[in-house]
């Protein structure tokens, strides 16, 4: 019977020293599941935090662009404006210098030459004006696009390059 409760007790230790084994290695497994847990975290904390910044650069350098479009588009409209109102004076002033003379015609023939002189003067000028005016808006388009452009460029490039 000793030899019977020896062999219990051996058992109970061998089962009780086993579990503790278990548990020992149980518990390191669970504090490195913790630790690489923790540091996932941290890793992903850390992403998220960079790309906010990323995003947060991005953004600015957007809302740059926009202003330094609206800029430009003001600054084309300026110049616009500025080339209607010249065009607008010189036209009335030539209008009036037209008139007066027309009125100062001694005959129908002149005063059809005068007329017809006038009037492709004043077409030309416009014809001129408006080529000008042309040129000055799609200028100005451009400038304007232009930050936009560069802007849109660079995300996709930097988009391509995430790929």
Sequence with gaps: MADSAETVKKTIDQTTATAKAQGEQFKAQAEKMQATGTQALRDGM???????????????QNLEA??????AA????????????SYGKTSWENGVAAA?????ARSIQELIELQTNFAK?????YLSEVTKMTETLTGSVKDSFKPINERVTASVEKFQAAR
């Design 46 to 60: 850390e992403k998220t935090q960079a790309s906010m910044a990323e995003m947060s650069a991005q953004s600015k």
């Design 121 to 125: 003067s004043a077409m030309e000028t």
């Design 100 to 104: 007066q003379t027309i009125s100062q």
């Design 66 to 71: 926009l202003t330094a479009s609206a800029a």
């Design 74 to 85: 003001q600054k084309g409209a300026e110049a616009l404006s500025a080339q209607a109102v």
